[in-house]
DNA sequence: TGCATTCTTTGTGTCGACAAATAAAATACA
DNA sequence: TGTATTTTATTTGTCGACACAAAGAATGCA
């Protein structure tokens, strides 16, 4: 394993030592440094952090309130398992906070949230055109996080934030698998999202961004199973 | 204050200190026994319920994971703030739940399934028929869970709990302006979705459940301010 | 009297240590 | 040899204590 998390330099201000601990768990677990299943072993990871089991402890109560780890009674806690059988749950939340987040931005977007939305769309498509697949995940997660900030709605924000962070992870399994052409339809796809957001057309924003969540979801099924999504008539 | 959190008993079980503490503060704070921007003192409550503050400590990164307290660095945690400026998101995300949820309730529900909603709403209906406010709010958040439990998608459970939760507290601000014919109606609009979901009438109970969530919002704006949730066409 | 500075108080953030609980290893028994 | 029981080991859950940070009180100075 990448030992990336050596111990850092000791000496830290009071109360970061909990979002260093949270930040590299997370980041390890997104990226599958650490596989669903691995345990986390609290005093090893205090001592490779040089601190105490406390923050360390802090972190986890927070990745399992996220579900991103699952804390076994007396025993270790375990990165959460990703659950293949009920996928067709999670492709159904994707979708729809696809379309409401987009609808909500095209709503509400500002000028400022344009701005921001195409930096995103812009470190998108260079990792698209470095054919970096690890970069493509995670800029494709932050090009739809800037759009649901835009919508300005807290609640859908942070459920989107969590799915997007969980399609992070399948992605991950499935990278070696990314090949050309779709990507670059993934980067048109977006221009016409923006495109649509910009010139405030919440229908026309919707219908895109259902489109381009079932793109998605096709993607992600082709390499898995049979699409079990609830299919809303809008 | 209703000092209804005396000592419990000493020999607690491992692991129950926790529960304990959550529950007593989720509980007063969705009553408004602590009431939003009350400070949490650690201390306080530690030799109150006669444990260490590390289960305190716990129970309140949980609590603010979910939003109900707001953790102020160096400085004590505090009750969350309801942010009445918008509210529009909330009803926004509360009346898009409730669509989504008795869809799938209808889509899903097993004969187990039915058999526990009843249940709810029977209770909900006592709780009319007594004149409790308090119970009302209670058992109506009650039989909404009921039903995202029947559809089974975890995504929806969680967020419509957030939600329904944040509404409980919103809703006991006002529980004195409930008057009778409301609740009537809501135990029969109660009744239509049971029979919608029963009969696995997809749109029907997504008609209906519209329907309930705009009778709800309206009735909350009665009491504060002007419909500002965006207007899906469904 | 008004403002800046120092001191005190209050309460969190972190630590090291102990005890309970579980799993694994070792032992006893049929 | 296979199963049940005891022992050991590992790891969590909880505790009490200390140190740091911020808010408020007290003091000094103009």
């Known amino acids: 394993m990448i030992d990336r998390t050596i111990v850092p330099s000791t000496d830290r201000k009071r109360g970061e030592g909990v979002k260093l601990v949270y930040d590299i768990l997370r980041d390890d677990i997104l990226d599958l440094v650490l596989p669903p299943g691995s345990p986390i072993d609290e005093v090893q990871l205090a001592e490779r952090l040089s601190m105490s089991r406390t ?11 996220e579900g991103l780890v699952t804390a076994l ?21 994707l979708t729809l906070m696809y379309r409401v987040t987009t609808r909500l931005a095209a709503e509400c ?9 195409r930096t995103r769309q812009a470190e998108f498509t260079r990792a698209v055109e470095a054919h970096d697949a ?3 995940i995670a800029t494709n997660r932050n090009f739809h ?6 919508g300005r709605n807290p609640y859908y924000i942070s459920l989107f934030g969590r799915l997007l962070d969980e399609g ?4 991950r399994i499935y990278y070696s698998s990314f090949d050309d052409h779709l990507p670059r339809r993934y980067v048109i796809e977006h221009e016409d999202i923006i495109a649509a957001i910009d010139a405030r057309d919440v229908e026309k924003a919707d219908q895109l961004a259902s489109a ?17 999504r609830q299919r809303i008539a809008l």
């Open 168 to 171: 992070r992870r399948i992605l």
């Open 145 to 150: 996080a800037a759009i649901a900030e835009a």
């Open 212 to 228: 381009h969540a079932d793109q998605i979801v096709r993607h992600i099924q082709e390499m898995i199973g049979r699409d079990r």
């Open 55 to 65: 923050p360390i402890r802090e972190a986890l109560v927070r990745l399992a309130g």
């Open 109 to 117: 977007r500002t000028e400022v949230d344009l701005e921001i939305i």
């Open 134 to 136: 690890l970069a493509m």
């Open 73 to 93: 009674p007396n025993r270790s806690t375990i990165v959460s398992n990703i659950d293949f059988l009920n996928l067709h749950t999670f492709f159904d939340a």
